[in-house]
């Protein structure tokens, strides 16, 4: 079974340019969340979506943005880039709701360098 | 969410058992406490995780008190590519999608 996918893995932007990353989750996950994880600390929640709808959000200002579509799949948008936001971001996958394992399954990531 | 507090970095041999504990003072009755392992520029990979007392798999063992307050992870003969960071989290039962990691215990395994 595939796991997680993020594309692209590595992209370059400029200050102020706009970026769109993607995931797909493991088959039969209805849950997608989000996270920032820059050199030296431990991934920062940036949204979770769960059956289309946004279930939570982490302290990221409102440049960030996501959605899920029907297929599960989601998009972060991130506007107006900063040097700040080079990162690494990655995506999860989870079963919420009735569940009695709090595993998230990740993908390898979309590294973003801002220039 | 709870926070969790646990050393920034541990040093171990090939072969020794290592323990990595956690402090969680504020965990609620619903959290499940999680452990993660990261290599460099790969997302965290599930360990384990328990509720209480002891759980066991292929690859660790979680050791909880009954207060739940700490836990501690366990490797048993570790090898050079556990070298990574292991983070751990306290998780909502019924979502994980919101977990919070914190900096994390990064382990060196030397030859």
């Known amino acids: 079974d595939a796991g997680v996918t ?12 706009h970026v769109t990353l993607r995931c797909s989750p493991i088959s039969g996950h209805k849950s997608v969340s989000w996270y ?9 929640f940036i ?7 946004e279930r939570g959000r982490g302290n990221f200002p409102d440049r960030f ?3 899920q579509f029907p297929n599960y799949s989601s998009e972060l948008n991130v506007n107006a880039l900063l040097l700040g936001d080079s990162a690494l971001y ?5 079963l919420a709701g009735d569940t009695m394992t709090g595993e998230l399954f990740f993908g390898e990531g979309s590294r973003l360098t801002v220039l | ?14 072969g020794q058992e290592v323990n990595i504990t956690c402090s969680h003072n504020n965990i609620a009755t619903n959290d499940y406490i999680t452990w993660y392992q990261q290599f460099p520029s790969q997302g965290p990979r ?6 209480k007392t002891k759980v066991t798999n292929e690859v660790a063992s979680l050791f909880i008190p009954a207060d739940r307050k700490s836990s ?3 490797l048993p003969r570790v090898s050079l590519s556990d070298t990574a960071v292991y983070y751990c989290l306290v998780v909502p039962n019924t979502n994980a999608g919101k977990s919070t990691f914190g900096d994390g215990t990064t382990l060196t395994v030397k030859p």
């Open chain 1, 6 to 17: 993020q594309s692209p893995t590595h992209l370059i932007k400029t200050r102020g340019q």
């Open chain 1, 36 to 44: 920032q994880q820059v050199l030296g600390q431990g991934p920062q």
């Open chain 1, 47 to 53: 949204f979770q979506y769960y059956e289309k709808e």
């Open chain 1, 65 to 67: 943005s996501a959605r």
């Open chain 1, 90 to 94: 990655l995506c999860a996958s989870s």
């Open chain 2, 1 to 14: 969410l709870a926070k969790t507090t646990q050393p920034i970095s541990m040093d171990s041999y090939e």
């Open chain 2, 46 to 51: 599930f360990i384990i995780q328990g509720y």
């Open chain 2, 72 to 74: 501690t992870l366990s």
